[in-house]
């Protein structure tokens, strides 16, 4: 029978007796001492449970392991009026350490295998069951080891620590000779305080996991970055070299050319043969050309070097196309079909920027073509875009290519240093539009661009 219920027939026998008009002193004596011995054990529960819900709301706070162990001990050696006590945990690969100690070394905890507290706990966390002795040293289940002798000890407390089946370890206290014994009201104590402890235990150890598992990415992040910065630096160092190694050839064909045409033209006028202007035009054409060429290298390089500022005007992209197509050399072999939509809605762009980029693509497709072959211009428009291809009927690109393709310095010709492409991607993307291309090995390429209509700033 519990407390209340116990209290309410001693309530009830109390009225009784009242109402009978019993008046036995005696009688009346029994009652009001057990109805205060009641009073007083409801107390002490009241107390106890108190003293549990602090403990709880404590070991949960304590997210560090160490100080969570220490705080364990301290709380069940006062919660059960112990003299010494520990805290062992599991080991992973079986066994057990002690964790914490109070007014108990860790030397005595395992110092021998016969040891009794060392026993104790080998049988506590085996069976997973709690043991009480009242007084060891009259227990017959307990041998009478010297250690038991040496160590003064009688009255022992140990439970097995369990979260979630999983076996944490065990809490052991004492009392030596001399001092209280404990009962059954302090091993439901600190059965109740164990599965607390386990709990906040658990918790404990996952947060410590987690810590160390958030340190081992953090240096795993930093190393990642270390080694991202180097392959930055080596891959910056190698396109500075790729790049260096290209203008230096680009640059060097263009001069040979134009010194020799300009040597050309200075032995004609030594020799005094002025009067050939085919000879004079046909040498000045192939100087001027180079230039173009020089010219078409250092402007790649500057936009790829720094951001140039966009200057934004209405742009028809008809007549853009039909005159960057008028403007580019071509053999008789290629055919031009443009396939250009005449309510095209006009675009707000940077026309010199955009005109570059046209350049690139049509060049690149007549070079692809020659043998010759048919160079396709077209364009469309929807709600929000406007579309413009370019496709040709040239040699095609290999699936590897398509995917370097628009990479700094990556080329696939025997001259330029591969920034067109480059260059035209970083162009369309500042004017938040998309450029794609695909291509099939020995049927030719298309570029596809599509810029909105309503470009702002």
Not at 16 to 31: C, D, F, Q, T
Not at 292 to 314: A, E, M, V, Y
């Amino acid at each position: 029978m519990d407390s209340s219920a116990k209290l309410e027939t001693l309530a009830a026998e109390f009225e009784r007796l009242a109402e009978k008009g019993v008046r036995s002193a005696p009688e009346m004596g029994r009652l009001v001492a057990e109805l205060e011995a009641e009073f007083a054990e409801m107390a002490q529960q009241r107390r106890e449970l108190a003293s549990l819900y602090d403990i709880a709301r404590e070991l949960t706070a304590t997210q560090d392991l160490g100080d969570l162990l220490e705080s364990i001990i301290d709380k069940a050696i006062v919660l059960v009026g112990a003299e010494r006590g520990f805290v062992v945990l599991s080991r992973p690969e079986g066994g057990y350490y002690v964790a914490a100690a109070r007014r108990f070394s860790a030397g005595e905890v395992a110092e021998t295998d016969d040891a009794f507290s060392s026993s104790l706990i080998e049988r506590v966390m085996a069976r997973r069951e709690p043991i009480l002795t009242k007084n060891v040293q009259m227990d017959d289940r307990f041998e009478l080891t010297q250690s038991i002798v040496v160590q003064n000890i009688r009255s022992v407390i140990a439970v097995p620590l369990v979260a979630r089946s999983e076996l944490l370890g065990a809490i052991y206290v004492d009392t030596r000779l001399g001092t209280r014994l404990f009962g059954e009201d302090e091993l439901r104590l600190l059965e109740a305080m164990a599965s607390q402890a386990a709990m906040a235990i658990r918790g404990a150890k996952l947060y410590d996991d987690m810590c160390r598992s958030n340190e081992q990415l953090r240096a795993a992040l930093d190393q990642l970055r270390d080694a991202q910065t180097q392959l930055v630096q080596a891959e910056r160092l190698a396109a500075v070299g790729r790049l260096a190694a290209g203008v230096a050839h680009e640059l060097r064909n263009p001069l040979m050319v134009m010194r020799n045409s300009l040597y050309y033209l200075d032995r004609l006028l030594a020799m005094g043969k002025t009067d050939s202007p085919d000879v004079w035009r046909r040498y000045i054409t192939k100087m001027d050309g180079e230039i173009d060429r020089q010219s078409k290298i250092i402007n790649d390089l500057l936009f790829f070097s720094r951001n140039r500022p966009r200057t934004l005007t209405q742009v028809d992209l008809n007549a853009l196309l039909r005159e960057v197509l008028m403007r580019t050399p071509m053999a008789e072999s290629i055919e031009v079909r443009e396939e250009l939509q005449s309510d095209l809605p006009e675009l707000r762009v940077d026309a010199d920027q955009l005109q570059q980029v046209f350049i690139n693509l049509i060049v690149n497709a007549v070079q692809a073509m020659p043998e010759g072959g048919t160079l396709t211009v077209s364009t469309r428009s929807t709600e929000y875009h406007v579309i413009a291809e370019v496709a040709d009927t040239g040699v095609g690109m290999s699936e590897e290519d398509l995917e370097r393709l628009f990479q700094p310095f990556f080329t696939t010709k025997e001259r330029g240093i591969g920034l067109g492409l480059s260059v035209s991607h970083s162009i369309i993307e500042a004017h938040r539009g998309k450029i794609a291309v695909s291509s099939e090995p020995g049927r030719g390429t298309r570029f596809t661009v599509e810029l909105p209509l309503n470009l702002i700033g």
